[in-house]
């Protein structure tokens, strides 16, 4: 199977969630410039890692292109994931309704206090901290959203990668020291933010 660069994942990434939204199709490569401004040529290279035929002259054939990001991602097989720290973060995320788009399947949430799983209410069983390794080995959650507040997520991230966790998407605004083996993305507002006051701040402008 073919190698897809890191920056060419991320930009398929963001091209499917473009082709969900884009109804029956066709959708040319300068389409996608105009909504995403990446040259023509990055994305006729970046679908050039897929395999299939998907048109192009006239335009991409929608479903056809979907179903090969999907599948040369590896995104065509169901993932369940957690939620960890139900405070005012993490409980919207108990509730949102885009997991029910399909491939992540949100199956537990985990708080430290048992008066927030006790009062709590949610799609989903929530259970105390405490019952982290023995909840995701029985149901193989792979995922974990985790939104405790800073001083407890290096703790906790520990924890996750004890029950067998894989992947974490963390939004506690700290650096998380774990094994290279579990994969982390860190979202952070204030990264955002800042990152686009890089792009609007002209070159060499200190101000
Ligand atoms: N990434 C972002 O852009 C962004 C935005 C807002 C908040 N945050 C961060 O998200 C985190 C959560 O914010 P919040 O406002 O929901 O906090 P919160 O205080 O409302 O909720 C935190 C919850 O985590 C629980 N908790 C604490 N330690 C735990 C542990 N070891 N295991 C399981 N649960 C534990 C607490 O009982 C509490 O219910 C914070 O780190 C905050 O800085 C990030």
């Known amino acids: 199977m073919v190698q897809i660069p890191e920056p060419a994942k ?69 993932r369940k994931f957690c939620v960890v720290g139900l405070g005012r973060l993490g409980s919207a995320y108990l509730n949102f309704s885009a997991y029910q788009l399909g491939e992540f399947e949100l199956v537990a949430g985990f708080d430290s206090s048992v008066n927030r799983v006790e009062i709590l209410k949610s ?30 997520a290096q703790q906790a991230a520990e924890k996750l990668a004890a029950a067998g966790i894989k992947g974490i998407v963390n939004f506690a605004p700290v650096v998380l020291d774990i094994s290279q083996d579990i994969v982390v993305r860190n979202v952070y507002v204030a990264d955002e933010l800042r990152s686009l006051a890089v792009k609007i701040t002209p070159e060499g402008n200190e101000a």
């Open 123 to 152: 799609p989903v069983p929530l259970y105390p901290a405490y019952k982290m390794p023995e909840v995701i080995g029985r149901f193989g959650i792979e995922l974990a959203l985790l939104c405790v507040p800073e001083a407890s």
């Open 10 to 78: 991320e930009r398929l990434l963001h091209l499917m969630r473009i082709l969900e939204q884009a109804g029956e199709g066709p959708l040319t490569s300068g389409e996608i410039e105009s909504r995403t401004g990446w040259a023509s040529h990055t994305i006729r290279k970046d679908i050039s890692y897929l395999e299939g035929d998907f048109g192009s002259s006239s335009g991409y054939n929608i479903p056809s292109l979907t179903r090969a990001i999907t599948e040369s991602l590896g995104l065509n097989r169901s």
